[in-house]
């Protein structure tokens, strides 16, 4: 009896798919990230032909990357976790509660600013553990746990503000605190400062008649934004957890049959998306010198919208943080962008639920159709 090989393939001509090589059409489709760029390029031709031109110049971009580098920490965060087959809706609530820890660490307890830091993710550790113990323990669905933790931080947020602040749901006093400290510049502020300078004096990028330039440095979230993309794609493209994150989303009895530790890949990846919510929250706390209890109002939903259109798939098993990088830099610029244009801002939420069916239907249909995957 003789074997089928490749080098007499059945009558037909047909022979292994897995042996085919993809047409690159076939190639550039299966790219997970292939819809936030395509967003990403059909919204920037929208504002260059809607928007002041003003939108585009050094400083317009700056003005909508730190909003997008906000959100885009929470959506890596988010992507990394879908990717597992898990949900978060408690990041934004999560943003309210570090920042109440951080703020009360340092303007409370008066401890230094790298103590206050190290505390605020400490509670990240414990929130995310927690979050994972009981998904992983009890069988019920992350999408439900983490919606309890939605209302049950945001309800600490309020009684600990008031707490700290002697009756009011905001706390001062963040900046002044910090002010000094060695690690002030890595989380607040402009980075390249005196490369900006230096540029503005040669006459390389715009200046004000003072000869200062217009725009001082580069906001030093958006730079934790790029290392974040950059080091989480590596993670999931060049790693052996990345491949366990695969696998624990997209077969989770398969995976562990395979000596995958799926729990523990959930648990760490619960607490790294607290601690990109915590991250967001020192940032922003530092940058605003104060904290509230609407901080981080809606953005688990920003976030994980972002992490969609980037590519992740709601069931698990597929997604790109590059994907998310793009997506959310597709927020910003429509945050921002609208506020060049005579367009309404409430737009922006239209966009929002719009850019979500699209993104579910390009990635559960359109992508499925054509190259055959799920």
Do not use: H
């Amino acid at each position: 009896m003789s074997t089928i090989t490749e080098k007499n393939p059945p009558p037909g001509g047909t022979s292994d798919e897995r042996l085919r090589k993809a047409s690159f059409a076939t190639t550039l489709l299966r790219r997970p990230e292939l819809g936030a760029v395509a967003g990403l390029v059909l919204v920037s031709l929208f504002f260059a032909f809607t928007a002041n031109p003003a939108m585009f110049t050094l400083a317009g971009v700056m003005n909508f990357m730190a909003p997008a580098a906000q959100l885009g920490i929470l959506a890596v965060g988010a992507a990394l976790l879908m990717i597992g087959g898990e949900f978060d809706l408690s990041i934004g609530s999560m943003v309210a509660f570090a920042g109440l820890v951080f703020g009360a660490a340092l303007v409370v307890w008066n401890l230094p600013l790298p103590v206050a830091i190290l505390i605020a993710f400490a509670f990240a550790v414990v929130v995310g553990s927690v979050n994972a113990q009981i998904v992983l323990r009890t069988g019920l669905p992350s999408f439900i746990v983490t919606l309890a933790f939605l209302f049950i931080l945001r309800g600490l947020t309020l009684v600990g503000l008031k707490w700290a602040s002697g009756g009011s749901t905001q706390l001062r006093g963040m900046r002044e605190a910090a002010a000094g400290s060695i690690l002030a510049p890595i989380f607040s502020g402009d980075a390249f400062g005196g490369l900006f300078t230096w540029l503005g004096q040669a006459g390389i990028i715009e200046t004000f008649p003072s000869g200062l330039p217009t725009v001082p440095g580069i906001p030093v979230e958006i730079l934790w934004f790029v290392v974040i993309a950059l080091l989480a794609t590596w993670v999931l493209l060049r790693t052996s957890f990345g491949n366990w994150i695969f696998a624990a989303g997209g077969d989770p009895k398969a995976a562990r049959k395979s000596g995958v530790p799926v729990d523990r890949v959930k648990i760490i990846l619960f607490i790294v998306t607290a601690s990109c919510a915590t991250l967001v929250a020192v940032l922003t706390v530092l940058d605003a010198g104060s904290t509230d209890a609407r901080r981080g109002f809606q953005k688990e939903f920003e976030a994980i919208i972002a992490a969609v259109i980037g590519g992740c798939l709601l069931t698990g098993g597929y997604g790109s943080a590059i994907g998310a990088f793009f997506g959310s830099i597709v927020f910003g610029m429509v945050l921002i962008g609208l506020t060049y244009t005579s367009i309404d801002q409430d737009w922006y939420l239209v966009f929002l639920g719009g850019m979500l069916l699209l993104a579910v239907v390009f990635n559960n249909v359109i992508r499925k159709r054509v190259t055959g995957e799920r």
